[in-house]
């Protein structure tokens, strides 16, 4: 079997494995399109993937936004939204124009057309207009790399936006130098509102423990020397994976993955742990600033 076929195959296996775990827990999927796109003229036809409680009512809102190149049915994407959901959300994975990464005047353009809450056609007016969803509540985002700044600068664009949680996140990837518009300060979300998850051998905000610190503290504001954590009452600020903590050992870009950013499986702590780092303790924290 050659590695595509093995892709096709588990991304078939997840899609299962995901539909299946919806409906154990009384989750209806759905999918949409929206107008997005890398300009201010947001003039691409994109797709949503989502999942909702099936009880009726009125839910708040989470989208999450994956990393460069990456599909946005990526299997991490999928935990999370299956996650929000079980939790009482309209939850969906958004693709976007993630084919190469940019400056912050990309990153903004990018991020706007999914987060432009006086455009009915964007993610955020489409996920809002679902019968099931009340963006009055509260809209939580969450995303990977790339997927991270758009969930940090969401709030530029949508005042609902509430909290954020990034992985991978950070102000300077290889070349690009995103301060002025990430860092502590330069944006509408409030760092009281943000929670950033890091690996100690980051390529992009790293690679060392320390050039992840100083990026995070560039980031959140919260600064905490020699520490691998660093939150303030309300558990917003950072936290740092030791390669000891992860399956593989290996504290990486994409931490969440056994075998690096080209692994097949997710770690198992982030997926089902609770510990700091892991999906459910983050998701947990977003949902502190929401109604339900």
Known sequence: MNQRELTF???LLLTLAWTTTAGAQSLSS???TYRGGGTSLCSSTYNLRGQEPSASGKYPVFIYTVGTTEPYEHS???AAVEEMASRGYVAATVEY????FGSCSSMTARSKCIYDGSR????VGTLCARAKADCSKGIVVAGFSQGSIMAILAKNHDSRVQAAYGLGAGVQYSIYNLRSCVANGNRTLPSSRLRIVNGEQDIFVGPTESSVRSQNTETTGQS?????SCFASNNSGWYIIKDIQLGDLNADHCYMRSGGCTGLFLDSTWRTGSAPWSLRTNLDWLKQFTTP
């Open 9 to 11: 195959r588990l991304g």
């Open 30 to 32: 759905f999918t949409a």
């Open 76 to 78: 991490s994407a999928l």
């Open 97 to 100: 124009d993630n084919a190469t």
């Open 120 to 123: 009915a056609t964007s993610a």
């Open 224 to 228: 905490c020397p020699l520490a691998t």
